[in-house]
């Protein structure tokens, strides 16, 4: 089931808030607990129901081994518990990848699994290391296994992120006010929700129709130039639209039920370096790799060529994490060595005398532009099918298969300047919403202009005053608007580029 689909948003989303304010507003809250936990495995099964049978053992393993964790913290237990998520992980996604390496790399033909991936496997993996770590580390309260299953099984984050830490959500669950009512959190949820449906059926999806055949092609039919700039500026606005919509719509439907999501995306191609880009892109799996890979291997403590070995390792393993394929890993050691060259080129500067933190307005805006390329030329090779097109590609973005133009979509095409200027200089969803807190950890002093952008939005002042009912015109007529457009244009199925990781 995808949120975009007509069964989730006139079915099964309708259905599992009433009951859950239901079940909540009569004093059941475990059952409410109960109710959006249903909801939610519906929703994952929707595509294949046995992939419920890999998520309920991995969830009934991982929380005993939690509860052994926290009455008696072992590093044996530890290990234990994150080399059953690890080779679940390994045998589900990386099994066939590593036979046919291995196959390449010895003549040798080796069997291979007929496996399908279960459906968010990486994301929800990672979710249940960072809880057994924080769990022995003593980092986690003590609650039951209800708690545990809406915290891992909620589905507004369930296929796509953002990866919740147990601090994220299972307190704001367990607290006196969960449950109740507001008004203001139903419309400003649906609102935020509505605003990342409409970004990625009208943005994400437009911007696919003009990269799909250029890199789906780009092996037999070698892009030229013109060709090769429009499909790879098209599949970068592509994937920055379709994970900022479901970013926005992830915190908007949690946010309907009383919930918080830590902010997950936040304007990247506004970065002006590479490290800059990942504290934006993606940022819970970037926390994740930094406080659970990272800094366990050492981090910045054990001196220069560590440190750079140490983020290598963790942007090869990341770009691995991301699918099973070369390309990836291609694109996390692109990454990796971007980073290591940003690292040791503002080392060298603050070496020289140079203030890296406050650069001038004409130096930020230069290295905004070279790292806006650099991710470009990344996303490149992350699209890529195999080693093959990633070179053609990248050889038509150097004019050196000519200067054709011959699959170009002149109505996509003449989007691409405009969707450019809203990624560099627009304000993004939680900026604009920022005086009501959309979201954890972004709040109105965040941002300058989060303050300016909210002065002018004195309308939403309604949810502070819970009557948001003002509001009712405003997101149900943009929503059933852009249902039905989507439907006419047959994108309502589409999935989003981040649910096949």
């Known amino acids: 089931m995808v949120f975009t689909q007509p069964v989730f948003l006139f079915l099964l989303l309708p259905i599992a ?18 109710w959006v936990i249903a909801a939610s495995l519906v929703f994952y099964g929707w595509w294949n129901w046995w992939l419920l049978g890999v998520l309920a053992i991995s969830l009934f393993v991982n929380f005993g081994l939690a509860r052994r964790l926290a009455a008696a913290p072992s590093s044996t237990t530890l290990a234990l518990g994150i080399a059953f998520n690890l080779g679940l992980l390994a045998y589900y996604k990386y099994a066939n990848f590593a036979l046919a390496a291995w196959t390449d790399l010895t003549g040798f033909s080796a069997m291979t699994f007929n496996v399908a991936l279960p459906l968010a496997i990486s994301f929800f993996t990672f979710q249940k290391i960072a809880y057994l770590v924080d769990t022995y580390r003593g980092q ?9 299953c809406l915290f891992i099984t909620f589905f507004p984050q369930l296929v796509a992120g953002p990866i919740l830490r147990h601090a994220d959500t299972i307190p704001q669950c367990v607290s006196d006010s969960f449950g109740r009512f507001r008004t203001s959190n139903l419309f400003l949820g649906a609102l935020i929700f509505v605003i990342g449906f409409d970004k ?5 999806d437009s911007m696919a129709i003009l990269a799909n055949p250029i890199f789906d092609g780009a092996s037999a039919h070698p892009p030229g130039l013109l060709d090769a700039w429009s499909g790879a500026l098209a599949y970068t606005l592509q994937l920055y639209f379709d994970f900022s919509g479901y970013s926005d719509m992830a915190i908007g439907l949690a946010r309907m039920f009383g919930i918080r999501l830590p902010v997950n995306f936040n304007s990247p191609y506004k970065a002006t370096s590479i490290i800059d880009f990942w504290r934006r892109w993606h940022m819970t799996l970037s926390s994740f790799l930094r406080d659970y890979l990272y800094v366990p291997l050492g981090g910045n403590r054990k001196g220069q060529f560590r440190r750079y070995a140490n983020v290598m390792i963790v942007m ?5 994490w991301h699918g099973a394929g070369w390309t990836f890993v291609a694109w996390g050691a692109l990454h990796g060595a971007f980073l290591v060259i940003n690292h040791g080129f503002r080392d060298l500067r603050r070496r020289l005398g140079h203030d890296v933190d406050h650069p001038t307005r004409w130096g930020q805006a230069i290295a905004r532009a070279i790292t806006f390329l650099a991710v470009v030329i990344t996303w490149v090779v992350f699209r890529a099918e195999d080693g093959a097109s990633a070179t053609a590609f990248l050889r038509g973005l150097l004019g ?9 979509d002149g109505t996509a095409t003449m989007w691409i300047l405009p969707l450019l200027a809203i990624a560099w200089f627009g304000p993004n969803t939680q900026e604009i919403l920022a005086r009501h807190a959309p979201a954890l950890d972004f709040s109105e002093g965040s941002d300058l202009r989060a303050r300016a952008m909210a002065r002018w939005h004195n309308w939403i002042d309604a949810f502070e005053r819970e009557k948001a009912y003002v509001l009712i015109p405003f997101v149900s007529g943009s929503a059933v608007l852009a249902i039905f457009i989507a439907m006419a244009r047959g994108a309502v199925s589409t999935e989003f580029i981040y649910m096949i990781f």
């Open 400 to 408: 050196l298969n000519g200067f054709g133009a011959s699959q170009l």
């Open 140 to 148: 986690t309260m003590r609650h039951g296994f209800l708690y545990y």
């Open 316 to 320: 090869l393993l990341g770009g691995l």
């Open 200 to 204: 990625k059926v009208f943005l994400a």
């Open 17 to 34: 808030l009433i009951g859950f304010y239901a079940f909540a507003g009569w004093g059941m809250t475990r059952t409410a607990i109960v």
